[in-house]
């Protein structure tokens, strides 16, 4: 018996309009294999038909896909542009071979929003709260040298 390698893919969804996103998993299964169908035709639906879509957060997509169908799936993936009356853009943030790494990925994606929105932050009350959000995802907290803990 032969294992099928997966590949899984961290996909940002965005709305343009900056509406809340409330998308379920299938939607974006949905119109993913509606594209699909549309350009590469009854063939690529057929090797497509396993994928899985499960949606993080708001914001954040996990797709699994069998490795040998990947560049089919992801060639879709800029195309989404409508899901459930939204307008929003799809972008992939990173492609890996297991769900661990896909992790490890996006602690860092986070830890880097956080540290973006801590330079943009204008009172000390503010401040305070991002730090203990970074803190919360890293444990130590280091700036200009020096360690925090």
């Given at each position: 018996?032969?294992?099928?390698?997966?590949r899984?893919?961290?996909?940002?969804?965005?709305?343009?309009?900056?509406a809340?996103?409330?998308?379920?998993?299938?939607?974006?299964?949905?119109?993913?294999?509606?594209?699909?169908?549309?350009?590469?035709?009854?063939?690529?639906?057929?090797?497509?038909?396993?994928?899985?879509?499960?949606?993080?957060?708001?914001d954040?997509?996990?797709?699994?896909?069998?490795?040998?169908?990947?560049?089919?799936?992801?060639?879709?993936?800029?195309?989404?542009?409508?899901?459930?009356?939204?307008?929003?853009?799809?972008?992939?943030?990173?492609?890996?071979?297991?769900?661990?790494?896909?992790?490890?990925?996006?602690?860092?994606?986070?830890?880097?929003?956080?540290?973006?929105?801590?330079?943009?932050?204008?009172?000390?009350?503010?401040?305070?709260?991002?730090?203990?959000?970074?803190?919360?995802?890293?444990?130590?907290?280091?700036?200009?040298?020096?360690?925090?803990?």
């Open positions: 018996m032969v294992k099928v390698k997966n899984y893919v961290l996909v940002r969804l965005e709305s343009t309009d900056k809340k996103l409330n998308i379920p998993g299938h939607e974006l299964y949905r119109e993913m294999l509606r594209l699909i169908s549309e350009f590469h035709g009854d063939f690529g639906h057929a090797k497509c038909s396993r994928i899985t879509v499960k949606i993080m957060e708001d954040i997509a996990v797709i699994r896909v069998p490795a040998d169908d990947s560049t089919i799936a992801f060639s879709v993936l800029p195309f989404i542009r409508v899901l459930k009356g939204v307008s929003l853009t799809a972008s992939i943030l990173f492609v890996g071979r297991s769900i661990r790494t896909l992790q490890k990925r996006l602690v860092k994606i986070r830890r880097n929003e956080l540290t973006m929105m801590l330079s943009k932050c204008e009172s000390l009350y503010e401040r305070k709260k991002v730090l203990e959000a970074i803190r919360s995802v890293t444990g130590k907290i280091e700036f200009e040298g020096r360690t925090e803990s």
